[in-house]
């Protein structure tokens, strides 16, 4: 048996080598490893560059064509697509590339102000509920369970009815009944840190309630409400463009993708080029955004392997 002593300093690592992952002298923060593990992901880069494209379109692309969403051309009525129009023509001489573009701006709005109020209301409701308990938490969950069992897709069917197809009146109602069911997962979820030291120690010093769920419960949540956000996006504009599609959303004059779809199905034999292009632009969103938040949730889990190691 060999007896020659091996010099610790050049004993192979045990377990997996991340030297070339890190500067030497500096340890790589929480959101640059999230980072990292996200752009390994290439579906999910794929998914984020498609919604980066969709966007600088819905801006872009009204401004490159030279009508407006409301311009006819009476020479060209249901005419594919050419030359002059790109995406063809509606009944009424509308340019469909214009439409589609406004329409795609416009769901894109809806989704991402829905998304914004749902996330924001949802995190300080169910952190307040789990850190507040007793009254305060029995109420807010009377609240969301209530709303969780009404069809809110009928309510917000008759609401939506009544707002005249204003864009921000539709998102009002929709981030109204949206909140609740995002609210009792994150309010599972905070249950667990209410207890945690900083929280107690942060009540023992006299620190306001509102401020320890701001300060201290919100922020240590920030993984899921990403991915909250995300997926809400995704849900608004599915929600959007139902209602849309069936007359209780977005209504003429102003366009979306699901107002556009809806009048599109009716000459989808016919002029075919009406319904597509919108629900191209619909599905790319869709789906973009659902790779996104795939790849956070792989990028925020530790046990994932998707995104390699960080």
Do not use: C
Request: glycine share 10%; hydrophobic share 50%; aromatic share 10%.
């Amino acid at each position: 048996m060999s007896t020659e002593m091996i010099d610790p300093a050049v004993q192979p690592p045990v377990g997996p080598d991340t030297t070339a992952e890190r500067t030497p002298g500096k340890s790589l923060s929480k959101w640059t490893l999230y980072t990292r593990r996200f752009m390994r992901n290439k579906p999910a880069v794929a998914g984020i560059i498609i919604f980066v494209l969709l966007v600088i379109m819905s801006i872009v692309g009204p401004l490159l064509s030279p009508y407006s969403v409301t311009d006819m051309d009476f020479l060209n009525l249901t005419s594919p697509p050419s030359a002059d129009h790109w995406f063809g023509t509606n009944g009424s001489g509308n340019d469909n590339f214009t439409q589609t573009m406004v329409g795609l701006q416009r769901s894109l709005m809806i989704a991402v102000t829905v998304s914004i109020g749902t996330t924001v209301i949802s995190a300080v409701v169910g952190t307040a509920a789990a850190y507040f308990g007793g009254w305060t938490e029995r109420i807010i969950l009377l609240i969301i369970h209530f709303m969780m069992v009404v069809p809110t897709f009928l309510l917000l069917s008759i609401v939506s009815n009544d707002s005249g197809g204003v864009w921000w009146v539709i998102s009002i109602v929709m981030i109204f009944i949206g909140w609740f069911f995002p609210a009792r997962i994150i309010w599972t979820m905070a249950l667990s840190l209410r207890e945690r030291e900083y929280v107690q120690a942060a009540r023992y010093m006299g620190v306001g309630g509102m401020k320890v769920v701001l300060r201290h419960l919100v922020p240590n949540i920030g993984s899921l409400l990403v991915i909250n956000f995300t997926l809400g996006i995704v849900g608004a504009v599915t929600l959007e463009s139902g209602l849309s599609f069936i007359g209780f959303g977005v209504k003429i004059p102003d366009v979306s993708l699901g107002s556009l779809i809806g009048s599109g199905s009716g000459t989808i034999t016919s002029a075919p080029w009406l319904f597509y292009f919108p629900a191209l632009a619909l599905t790319l969103l869709t789906v973009s955004m659902a790779l996104v938040a795939d790849g956070l949730r792989d990028a925020f889990d530790p046990t994932s392997s998707a995104g390699g190691r960080a």
